[in-house]
């Protein structure tokens, strides 16, 4: 059954740079790089070497606890470097791609099959790394059965990427992908859509539900708060709605494709538009061909302005995200900045601070904090922003002091890091939210597992 | 750009030194830091805890100037110097140069010695902690001249400071952690360990203990009394405590209450200011209108229960307490320190509930609490401190019951599903 999610809690935060609706093809990255971090909480077990060729869709990794699990190169080409950070922890494969791209193929796919069958298929084919589960916010886990399974539809976080826009015309894929989801959960697969413009509204073997209010309606956090919570002992899978795309094709042609399009966005970019390109380019390829400048004082961000990673110049697309963001570096003092009146800055207090006289500008911010670390002092601001049926300060307190029963009762389970970007963004006393929730979950996932 | 870059370069080269918490404190003062976000949210909101503190402070400041303007007024009225002013609020007689600089040259002495000593202290542990200066004592440091009695000693204020900062906050964690409201605690700890200086008919007016005292001396000398008639500045609590006919029988003495021209402690006189200020804190979203809401609310009630009792005629007129139970019930909010209790202290976030039903029912409580201990206790007619403070320390069980809601109402959902 069908039930509309509408919040009132939340804030759309505008920003300069919003990335216009034309997609122009990247120029082909020489090379591209994989990061095991970004598959938080996999420990890789190394199949290739370095001088290794691969073809796209050739494992390169697979998850040490779960040997089933495995992570495929995105290209054809060489394996050029394997990155390693202390105690030869894997950073990076860096593989060299070859100019005409070949793929390995891994049979078109009986859509018949069952739910076991179907299981294997995306575990050996890389496209398992795409579903992620709830509690913890890690890689689903095969071997739990999921109560059901969310897709966002819509992305409400600042300069994200239009999905309606970008998954138009994938209506095959994507539908080959739902299909196949569905069979893989006893419940249903949730999808959340912001109109029915959207690719995803139409589609069979899933429950289409419409989304309206203030960011962090589109976070599927947010979804899975209001229709179906993940009570202890229960998991639900999440899946990025572009992500189906690879999964779809895969389904139906075979070929691990991991082609997407990408949003390059931010203030610091003179022609914000889209790009086709691939996971794990060099993002080098997009930026200063665009408007960002060379050695210029910006920030490279893989994924939106809350949640996304930083990157350096020479740095490439995380595996999830399908946005880069640049906006420009804060690294400056300013004269009486804690007590002018503020005009080009966010903020949903009143104290001295404009931007309430005017909702709809866009505004230009950068990376400055506005001020120090310190204690937890403010109360009450979080909850405004903050749409899910849970204490954030409560549950961020009790991270803090690690007692595990109290994040229990506090509904861990239920949240992600990114749940609590807004409440970070706006947090008076500066406090890392979705680090003190990342470090919460894993130790969670490490005590109770 | 040279002041800026001469404090940056000074500050990285002395980057391990044990003192730097106390030059970043002048440093950030003066400068928003150059800091940058990392991971997480790439962007930040415009307030910091500064900006939020500031605006509290920017609140109190038509109070203390007020209190200055009021503390000059009351000692000249009450030595004979000027008539009663006329036309209230507006009056020409109360806004003159002579009124405020008495008032200035005893509030300045308070302020200074409040922000200093709790600073420094405040350094003090920061250096040691190893952390940065936070800014909750900038507010504290100002609500502490503010509600004492405008004689207060010097050093009795500085001993306060000190007590009230390492013990009310410092020994807890520092800002953020303590559970009473800093400037609460300073002020029970004057108020249990100097009464005499707290409290009674003779503190409320500059001047007027000096004036005892000199009387005493002469009697004792045996010279002549003239010109030193004892000086009685009572506060309308005081005397309604005392079952004296009330102070507030015209609407020109209620006018006078509301805008703050009667004796008091420096900064809570002024229910129209303290009003104004509440209403400019709800407005910056920076104070919570459910704590002043629900504690005026709690006040009227028990207020109206009080004055159920009067009318069922279950006390006689010649009760102890029959004075303030007979007081109009709205009459409360205008007299003594409630207002600015309800407004600036009440609402200290780190002390109050930190949950938003939770905040109804502490403001409630803090109300009712107030007008509870007004009435039965003669001895100290202002409930406001010793309600707040003991509301300080059921906050967080009043939270404790809220969040118990929100889990089990996880609990049950689990339960629903298992069964």
């Known amino acids: ?449 | 750009m040279g002041l800026k870059s001469n404090l940056h370069n000074f500050r990285e080269k002395n980057k391990d030194k044990k003192w730097l918490p106390a030059f970043s404190a002048i440093h950030t003062f003066l400068y928003l830091p150059n800091e940058t976000t990392h991971n997480g949210t790439h962007i930040k909101a415009a307030d910091d805890l500064k900006r939020t503190m500031n605006i509290v402070i920017m609140a109190m400041v038509p109070c203390l100037l007020f209190g200055m303007f009021n503390a000059g007024y009351q000692h000249h009225l009450a030595f004979g110097d000027i008539q009663q002013a006329t036309g209230g609020f507006f009056s020409s007689q109360f806004w003159t140069m002579d009124n405020f600089m008495v008032g200035f040259w005893k509030v300045l002495p308070l302020v200074i010695v409040s922000y200093g000593v709790g600073l420094l202290i405040e350094i003090l542990f920061a250096m040691k902690n190893k952390h940065e200066v936070e800014e909750g004592y900038l507010v504290t440091g100002m609500l502490v001249p503010l509600i004492v009695p405008i004689d207060t000693p010097l050093w009795m204020l500085a001993v306060a400071v000190a007590f009230g900062v390492v013990i009310g906050k410092e020994v807890f964690g520092g800002t953020g952690m303590n559970i009473l409201n800093p400037a609460l605690t300073i002020r029970a700890f004057l108020f249990f360990a100097y009464p005499t200086w707290m409290s009674g008919d003779k503190v409320w007016v500059s001047g007027a203990k000096g004036r005892d005292e000199a009387i005493a001396v002469a009697k004792e000398a045996g010279t002549s009394l003239d010109g030193l008639d004892a000086i009685s500045g009572e506060t309308i609590l005081g005397s309604l405590a005392q079952n004296n006919s009330s102070m507030l029988d015209s609407a020109g003495d209620l006018w006078n209450a509301f805008y703050g021209i009667i004796p008091g402690s420096i900064g809570e006189t002024s229910t129209l200011l303290i009003l104004l200020a509440g209403l400019f804190l709800v407005f910056t979203k920076i104070g919570s209108w459910r704590i002043m809401l629900s504690s005026a609310i709690g006040a009227l009630v028990m207020g109206l229960i009080f004055n159920g009792v009067v009318s069922s005629e279950w006390i006689s007129s010649s009760s102890k307490f029959y004075g303030l139970m007979s007081t109009p019930f709205w009459h409360h909010l205008l007299i003594g320190g409630f207002a600015f209790g309800t407004v600036f202290m009440a609402t200290d976030p780190v002390t109050a509930s930190q949950t938003n039903k939770g905040k109804w029912i502490y403001g409630f409580l803090v109300g009712f609490i107030s007008i509870m201990i007004r009435v039965f206790n003669p001895a100290y007619p202002e409930g406001v401190m010793l309600a707040i403070l003991l509301m300080n320390v059921f906050a967080p069980t009043i939270d404790h019951y809220v969040v118990q809601g929100n889990v089990k109402k996880r609990l049950k959902r689990l339960k629903v599903k298992t069964a």
């Not at chain 1, 505008?14 to 938080?40: M, Y």
């Not at chain 1, 989304?211 to 599927?220: D, E, F, L």
């Not at chain 1, 914000?272 to 665009?290: H, L, W």
């Open chain 1, 1 to 449: 059954m069908s039930k509309d999610i509408k919040i009132k809690k939340g804030l759309d935060i505008k920003l300069v740079g919003e990335a216009d609706k034309t997609v122009e093809q990247a120029i082909v990255s020489n090379f591209c790089t994989i990061r095991p971090e970004d598959f938080h909480s996999v420990i890789p077990k190394l199949i290739a070497k370095e001088g290794t060729r691969v073809k796209a869709g050739d494992v390169l990794f697979y998850n040490k606890d779960i040997e089933a699990m495995k992570f495929v190169s995105p290209v054809s080409g060489e394996i050029v470097e394997i990155e390693r950070g202390p105690r030869r922890r894997i950073d990076a494969i860096k593989i060299q791609a070859d100019k005409p791209q070949s793929h390995k193929d891994f049979g078109k796919f009986n859509m018949n099959s069952d739910a076991a069958s179907t299981k294997a298929h995306l575990l050996a084919s890389g496209c398992w790394a795409f579903i992620k589960q709830r509690p913890y916010d890690v890689i689903a886990n095969p071997e739990k059965s999921p109560k059901s399974i969310f897709i966002s539809g819509l992305s409400t976080a600042p300069l994200a990427a239009d999905l309606d826009f970008v998954l138009a015309g994938k209506e095959e894929a994507l539908q080959a992908a739902v299909s196949a989801l569905s069979k893989l959960t006893e419940g249903q697969v949730h999808i959340g859509v912001g109109s029915n413009n959207s690719p995803l509204a139409s589609m069979n073997d899933a429950t289409i539900h419409n989304v309206s209010g203030p960011h962090p309606a589109g976070n599927v956090g947010t979804h899975i708060n209001k229709l179906d919570p993940v009570n202890k002992g229960e998991t639900v899978w999440t899946v990025n709605a572009q992500d189906l795309v690879v999964i779809g094709e895969l389904l139906l042609t075979g070929k691990f494709n991991a082609e997407r399009i990408v949003a390059l966005a931010g203030s610091s970019v003179k022609k914000p538009r889209y790009f086709k390109t691939i996971i794990g380019s060099e993002v080098a390829t997009m930026i200063y061909d665009n408007g960002v400048e060379k050695g210029g004082n910006d920030r490279i961000i893989s994924g939106n302005v809350l949640s996304g990673k930083q990157l350096k110049p020479d740095g490439s697309l995380g595996f999830y995200d399908n946005v880069l963001t640049v906006i420009p570096e804060g690294d400056d003092y300013e004269f009486f900045g804690w007590n002018k009146p503020v005009f080009n800055k966010i903020s949903t207090s009143r104290a001295f601070t404009f931007s309430w006289l005017n909702p709809k500008k866009k505004y230009e911010l950068n990376t400055n904090t506005n001020g120090e670390h310190r204690a937890f002092v403010v109360t009450g601001s979080y909850e405004k922003v903050f749409p899910l049926d849970i204490y954030p300060m409560q549950i961020l307190k009790a991270c803090k002091y690690e007692d595990l029963d109290e994040m229990e009762a506090l509904g861990m389970y239920e949240v992600a890091p990114e749940d609590f970007a807004l409440t970070e963004f706006i947090c008076v006393s500066k406090q890392p939210h979705q680090d003190i929730i990342r470090k919460g979950l894993d130790l969670m996932l490490k005590e109770i597992g």
